[in-house]
């Protein structure tokens, strides 16, 4: 039983730490694209940027409206995800400690 909790707990590890790196990644690169704005993000490849952050962005947007003209929503996320990874995945992330905790 110790066994199957510790595997679910390492796999939860993986994902998570996948998943909101690739989050962050995703937002770092929304962030660049905001200093060319004659990149189209709605076609070709930057879809795949587009598509999971534009809704999150228009809802920050929607909360803290650009200051000065500069947009910070992506900045905000990126600092949201940043400090989500560290808790749950980082070094001494809530999953590691029940990982390590389950272990004894």
Do not use: H
Not at 32 to 56: E, H, M, V
């Amino acid at each position: 039983m110790i066994s199957l909790f510790q595997n679910y707990l390492s796999i939860l590890d993986l994902t998570l730490g996948i998943l909101l790196s690739f989050l962050t990644l995703v937002f770092l690169i929304r962030l660049i694209l905001t200093w060319y704005p004659k990149i189209d993000i709605n076609k070709g490849f930057w879809l795949l940027i587009a598509i999971p952050t534009s809704s999150i962005l228009n809802f920050t947007r929607k909360l803290i409206p650009p200051i000065g003209g500069v947009d910070v929503s992506p900045v905000i996320w990126i600092g949201i995800i940043s400090f989500l990874r560290e808790i749950l995945v980082g070094q001494q992330g809530l999953i590691k400690i029940a990982m390590q905790n389950s272990m004894n």
